[in-house]
Protein backbone atom coordinates (compact mmCIF):
# COMPACT_ATOMS: atom_id res chain seq x y z
CA UNK A 1 0.00 0.00 0.00
CA UNK A 2 0.94 3.38 -0.29
CA UNK A 3 2.63 5.44 2.64
CA UNK A 4 1.34 9.23 3.54
CA UNK A 5 5.12 10.12 4.62
CA UNK A 6 5.87 10.82 1.11
CA UNK A 7 4.04 13.63 0.11
CA UNK A 8 5.20 15.66 3.91
CA UNK A 9 8.81 14.56 2.98
CA UNK A 10 8.75 15.65 -0.55
CA UNK A 11 7.47 19.42 0.65
CA UNK A 12 9.87 19.55 3.58
CA UNK A 13 12.83 18.74 1.49
CA UNK A 14 11.94 20.90 -1.41
CA UNK A 15 10.80 23.61 1.02
CA UNK A 16 14.07 23.23 3.00
CA UNK A 17 16.64 24.09 -0.31
CA UNK A 18 13.80 26.71 -1.88
CA UNK A 19 14.55 28.87 1.85
CA UNK A 20 18.38 27.85 2.09
CA UNK A 21 18.81 29.58 -1.71
CA UNK A 22 16.57 32.24 -1.05
CA UNK A 23 18.88 32.79 2.23
CA UNK A 24 21.84 33.17 -0.50
CA UNK A 25 20.60 34.84 -2.61
CA UNK A 26 19.25 37.45 -0.31
CA UNK A 27 22.98 38.34 1.09
CA UNK A 28 23.86 39.17 -2.36
CA UNK A 29 20.91 41.59 -3.22
CA UNK A 30 20.95 43.92 -0.77
CA UNK A 31 21.73 46.53 -3.23
CA UNK A 32 21.10 48.34 -5.90
CA UNK A 33 17.40 48.42 -6.10
CA UNK A 34 17.27 46.74 -9.63
CA UNK A 35 19.47 44.24 -8.65
CA UNK A 36 17.66 42.78 -5.88
CA UNK A 37 14.27 42.77 -8.09
CA UNK A 38 16.64 40.76 -10.60
CA UNK A 39 17.17 38.42 -8.03
CA UNK A 40 13.50 37.98 -6.40
CA UNK A 41 12.49 36.74 -10.26
CA UNK A 42 15.70 34.31 -9.86
CA UNK A 43 14.13 33.03 -6.81
CA UNK A 44 10.67 32.55 -8.30
CA UNK A 45 12.46 29.54 -10.63
CA UNK A 46 12.48 27.30 -7.94
CA UNK A 47 8.38 27.56 -7.23
CA UNK A 48 7.55 25.30 -10.25
CA UNK A 49 10.21 22.60 -8.99
CA UNK A 50 8.16 22.43 -5.71
CA UNK A 51 5.13 22.05 -8.16
CA UNK A 52 6.33 19.40 -10.46
CA UNK A 53 7.01 17.17 -7.65
CA UNK A 54 3.58 17.23 -5.60
CA UNK A 55 2.50 16.82 -9.46
CA UNK A 56 4.59 13.88 -9.32
CA UNK A 57 3.98 11.97 -5.61
CA UNK A 58 0.12 12.52 -6.27
CA UNK A 59 -0.18 11.28 -9.90
CA UNK A 60 2.46 8.35 -8.31
CA UNK A 61 0.04 7.46 -5.41
CA UNK A 62 -3.29 7.89 -7.19
CA UNK A 63 -3.06 6.61 -10.88
CA UNK A 64 0.43 4.18 -10.49
CA UNK A 65 -0.54 1.80 -7.69
CA UNK A 66 -2.96 0.06 -6.76
CA UNK A 67 -5.16 -1.02 -4.28
CA UNK A 68 -3.75 -3.09 -1.32
CA UNK A 69 -1.77 -6.59 -2.09
CA UNK A 70 -4.15 -8.27 0.25
CA UNK A 71 -7.76 -9.05 -1.56
CA UNK A 72 -9.23 -11.57 0.57
CA UNK A 73 -8.31 -11.57 4.57
CA UNK A 74 -7.52 -15.12 5.86
CA UNK A 75 -9.87 -16.94 8.49
CA UNK A 76 -9.53 -15.77 11.85
CA UNK A 77 -10.08 -17.28 15.15
CA UNK A 78 -13.09 -15.95 16.96
CA UNK A 79 -13.00 -13.74 19.55
CA UNK A 80 -16.02 -15.14 22.01
CA UNK A 81 -14.27 -17.59 24.69
CA UNK A 82 -15.02 -20.84 22.81
CA UNK A 83 -13.88 -24.11 25.02
CA UNK A 84 -11.34 -26.00 23.65
CA UNK A 85 -12.92 -29.09 22.01
CA UNK A 86 -14.98 -26.36 19.83
CA UNK A 87 -12.30 -24.08 19.10
CA UNK A 88 -9.90 -26.83 17.80
CA UNK A 89 -12.78 -28.11 15.52
CA UNK A 90 -13.56 -24.12 14.20
CA UNK A 91 -9.67 -23.76 13.64
CA UNK A 92 -9.23 -27.17 12.14
CA UNK A 93 -12.80 -26.07 9.76
CA UNK A 94 -11.30 -23.00 8.77
CA UNK A 95 -8.12 -24.73 7.81
CA UNK A 96 -9.59 -27.17 5.62
CA UNK A 97 -11.97 -24.47 4.03
CA UNK A 98 -8.28 -22.38 3.44
CA UNK A 99 -6.81 -25.38 1.94
CA UNK A 100 -9.95 -25.76 -0.50
CA UNK A 101 -10.08 -22.82 -1.63
CA UNK A 102 -6.28 -21.86 -2.26
CA UNK A 103 -5.89 -25.40 -3.80
CA UNK A 104 -8.73 -24.44 -5.96
CA UNK A 105 -7.52 -21.23 -6.48
CA UNK A 106 -4.59 -23.19 -8.30
CA UNK A 107 -5.98 -25.39 -10.15
CA UNK A 108 -7.90 -22.30 -12.22
CA UNK A 109 -5.03 -20.72 -12.18
CA UNK A 110 -2.62 -23.27 -14.05
CA UNK A 111 -5.54 -24.24 -16.42
CA UNK A 112 -5.42 -20.34 -17.54
CA UNK A 113 -1.93 -20.76 -17.72
CA UNK A 114 -1.78 -23.65 -19.52
CA UNK A 115 -3.34 -22.19 -23.01
CA UNK A 116 -0.85 -21.94 -25.57
CA UNK A 117 0.85 -18.81 -26.06
CA UNK A 118 2.92 -17.07 -28.32
CA UNK A 119 6.44 -16.05 -27.15
CA UNK A 120 6.93 -13.85 -30.26
CA UNK A 121 3.75 -11.79 -28.58
CA UNK A 122 5.29 -11.39 -24.90
CA UNK A 123 8.53 -10.47 -26.09
CA UNK A 124 6.90 -7.49 -28.23
CA UNK A 125 4.71 -6.81 -25.77
CA UNK A 126 7.35 -6.12 -23.12
CA UNK A 127 10.28 -4.52 -25.30
CA UNK A 128 7.88 -2.50 -27.27
CA UNK A 129 7.01 -1.00 -23.76
CA UNK A 130 10.72 -0.69 -23.23
CA UNK A 131 11.52 1.19 -26.44
CA UNK A 132 9.01 3.53 -25.74
CA UNK A 133 10.56 4.25 -22.72
CA UNK A 134 14.06 4.28 -23.72
CA UNK A 135 13.20 6.74 -26.47
CA UNK A 136 12.40 9.54 -23.43
CA UNK A 137 15.28 8.62 -21.72
CA UNK A 138 18.03 9.09 -24.93
CA UNK A 139 15.79 12.21 -25.69
CA UNK A 140 16.61 14.08 -22.33
CA UNK A 141 20.18 12.90 -22.07
CA UNK A 142 21.96 15.50 -23.74
CA UNK A 143 19.80 18.65 -22.02
CA UNK A 144 20.67 16.94 -18.21
CA UNK A 145 24.45 16.98 -19.31
CA UNK A 146 24.76 19.85 -21.13
CA UNK A 147 22.21 21.76 -18.07
CA UNK A 148 24.18 20.45 -15.40
CA UNK A 149 27.53 22.40 -16.14
CA UNK A 150 25.01 25.55 -15.23
CA UNK A 151 25.31 24.31 -11.41
CA UNK A 152 27.32 27.21 -9.73
CA UNK A 153 25.93 27.13 -6.14
CA UNK A 154 26.49 24.09 -3.51
CA UNK A 155 22.70 24.29 -2.84
CA UNK A 156 21.91 23.43 -6.12
CA UNK A 157 23.81 20.09 -6.39
CA UNK A 158 22.13 19.64 -2.98
CA UNK A 159 18.42 20.25 -4.64
CA UNK A 160 19.72 17.72 -7.92
CA UNK A 161 20.61 14.64 -5.20
CA UNK A 162 17.22 15.60 -3.62
CA UNK A 163 15.55 15.70 -6.75
CA UNK A 164 17.14 12.02 -7.29
CA UNK A 165 16.34 10.17 -4.26
CA UNK A 166 12.34 11.49 -5.23
CA UNK A 167 12.39 10.43 -8.58
CA UNK A 168 13.73 7.20 -7.45
CA UNK A 169 11.35 6.34 -4.66
CA UNK A 170 7.98 7.86 -6.07
CA UNK A 171 8.45 7.24 -9.87
CA UNK A 172 10.96 4.57 -9.72
CA UNK A 173 10.18 2.30 -6.59
CA UNK A 174 6.65 2.96 -6.18
CA UNK A 175 5.36 3.97 -9.83
CA UNK A 176 7.20 1.60 -11.81
CA UNK A 177 8.45 -1.43 -9.56
CA UNK A 178 5.31 -2.00 -7.19
CA UNK A 179 2.78 -1.01 -10.29
CA UNK A 180 3.37 -0.64 -13.66
CA UNK A 181 6.11 -3.10 -14.54
CA UNK A 182 4.50 -6.24 -13.05
CA UNK A 183 1.35 -4.95 -14.90
CA UNK A 184 2.97 -4.99 -17.94
CA UNK A 185 4.63 -8.43 -17.90
CA UNK A 186 1.14 -10.05 -16.57
CA UNK A 187 -0.54 -8.61 -19.34
CA UNK A 188 2.06 -9.43 -22.03
CA UNK A 189 1.24 -12.97 -20.58
CA UNK A 190 -2.29 -12.14 -21.31
CA UNK A 191 -2.29 -10.76 -24.70
CA UNK A 192 -0.12 -13.63 -25.87
CA UNK A 193 -2.84 -16.41 -25.61
CA UNK A 194 -3.35 -18.04 -29.08
CA UNK A 195 -6.52 -18.88 -30.06
CA UNK A 196 -8.99 -18.67 -32.94
CA UNK A 197 -11.65 -16.08 -31.03
CA UNK A 198 -9.13 -13.33 -29.51
CA UNK A 199 -8.74 -10.35 -31.76
CA UNK A 200 -5.18 -10.37 -33.88
CA UNK A 201 -5.32 -6.43 -33.77
CA UNK A 202 -4.37 -7.02 -29.76
CA UNK A 203 -1.12 -8.78 -30.52
CA UNK A 204 -0.54 -5.92 -33.41
CA UNK A 205 -0.71 -3.40 -30.26
CA UNK A 206 0.47 -5.33 -27.98
CA UNK A 207 2.97 -2.48 -26.08
CA UNK A 208 -0.06 -0.10 -25.85
CA UNK A 209 -1.87 -3.39 -24.35
CA UNK A 210 0.24 -3.81 -22.13
CA UNK A 211 -0.06 -0.08 -20.70
CA UNK A 212 -3.24 -0.15 -20.71
CA UNK A 213 -4.17 1.97 -23.51
CA UNK A 214 -7.13 -0.34 -24.20
CA UNK A 215 -8.97 -3.43 -23.10
CA UNK A 216 -8.74 -2.63 -19.46
CA UNK A 217 -10.96 -1.73 -16.60
CA UNK A 218 -12.69 1.41 -16.90
CA UNK A 219 -10.47 2.90 -14.34
CA UNK A 220 -7.12 1.06 -15.50
CA UNK A 221 -7.56 2.57 -19.47
CA UNK A 222 -8.49 6.16 -17.70
CA UNK A 223 -5.49 6.15 -15.53
CA UNK A 224 -3.39 5.08 -17.95
CA UNK A 225 -3.75 8.00 -20.25
CA UNK A 226 -3.95 10.48 -17.52
CA UNK A 227 -0.40 9.34 -16.66
CA UNK A 228 0.48 9.94 -20.19
CA UNK A 229 -1.40 13.50 -20.02
CA UNK A 230 0.84 14.78 -16.61
CA UNK A 231 3.87 13.15 -17.76
CA UNK A 232 3.12 15.32 -21.24
CA UNK A 233 2.08 18.41 -19.42
CA UNK A 234 5.45 18.16 -16.68
CA UNK A 235 7.46 18.00 -19.94
CA UNK A 236 5.62 21.12 -21.47
CA UNK A 237 6.43 22.87 -17.61
CA UNK A 238 10.15 21.54 -17.43
CA UNK A 239 10.97 23.22 -20.71
CA UNK A 240 9.80 26.81 -19.55
CA UNK A 241 12.70 26.85 -17.07
CA UNK A 242 16.06 27.70 -17.44
CA UNK A 243 19.50 25.10 -16.20
CA UNK A 244 20.24 24.16 -14.60
CA UNK A 245 17.00 24.04 -12.91
CA UNK A 246 15.19 22.14 -16.38
CA UNK A 247 18.64 19.90 -16.11
CA UNK A 248 18.04 19.01 -12.34
CA UNK A 249 14.46 17.64 -12.56
CA UNK A 250 15.25 16.29 -16.28
CA UNK A 251 17.92 14.25 -14.33
CA UNK A 252 15.79 13.05 -11.79
CA UNK A 253 13.18 11.85 -14.87
CA UNK A 254 16.22 9.86 -16.24
CA UNK A 255 16.15 7.95 -13.01
CA UNK A 256 13.00 7.03 -12.67
CA UNK A 257 12.53 6.01 -16.31
CA UNK A 258 15.68 3.89 -16.12
CA UNK A 259 14.08 2.39 -12.71
CA UNK A 260 11.36 1.22 -14.62
CA UNK A 261 13.16 -0.35 -17.66
CA UNK A 262 15.34 -2.26 -15.21
CA UNK A 263 12.40 -3.44 -13.58
CA UNK A 264 10.33 -4.35 -15.96
CA UNK A 265 13.18 -6.59 -17.72
CA UNK A 266 13.75 -8.27 -14.25
CA UNK A 267 10.16 -9.04 -13.80
CA UNK A 268 9.55 -10.44 -17.12
CA UNK A 269 12.94 -12.83 -17.03
CA UNK A 270 11.87 -14.04 -13.69
CA UNK A 271 8.12 -14.81 -15.30
CA UNK A 272 10.22 -16.81 -18.00
CA UNK A 273 12.24 -18.61 -15.75
CA UNK A 274 8.88 -19.76 -13.69
CA UNK A 275 7.45 -20.15 -16.77
CA UNK A 276 4.30 -17.92 -15.19
CA UNK A 277 3.34 -14.50 -14.90
CA UNK A 278 3.65 -12.51 -12.15
CA UNK A 279 1.11 -12.44 -9.54
CA UNK A 280 0.10 -9.45 -10.52
CA UNK A 281 -3.74 -8.24 -11.41
CA UNK A 282 -3.73 -7.16 -15.33
CA UNK A 283 -7.01 -5.49 -14.80
CA UNK A 284 -9.17 -7.14 -17.72
CA UNK A 285 -12.56 -6.06 -18.27
CA UNK A 286 -15.26 -8.24 -17.02
CA UNK A 287 -16.47 -9.05 -20.46
CA UNK A 288 -12.70 -10.59 -21.69
CA UNK A 289 -12.16 -13.22 -24.11
CA UNK A 290 -8.70 -14.21 -22.57
CA UNK A 291 -8.36 -16.67 -19.73
CA UNK A 292 -7.52 -14.96 -16.47
CA UNK A 293 -5.62 -15.99 -13.38
CA UNK A 294 -7.63 -16.33 -10.34
CA UNK A 295 -7.45 -14.00 -7.60
CA UNK A 296 -4.19 -12.21 -8.53
CA UNK A 297 -2.81 -9.72 -6.60
CA UNK A 298 -3.52 -5.88 -7.81
Not at 143 to 158: M, N, R, T
Not at 174 to 186: A, C, E, I, Y
Not at 247 to 274: C, E, H, N, R, Y
Amino acid sequence: SSSPVAPGLTVAIFSRLSRAAWGIERSCCRTPMEKRWRCRLRRLQLLPILLLALVADLASESLFVGPPRARYASLRQPAVDLPDLERRQFMSEGRDSNLLQRRSSESVKDAAMAQPRSSVVQVWGVFGVIAYLSFGVFKVVPIVLDGLGAIQELWQWGLLAACLLFFAYVEGYKGFQLGFSPRVVSRAWIVSEESDELPSWHKILAPAFCIGYFHGTKKRVISSWAVTTVIFAVVIGVKQLENPYRAIIDAGVIVGLVWGILSIIAIFLTSLKDEKPPDFDPALPEDTPYSRPSESKT
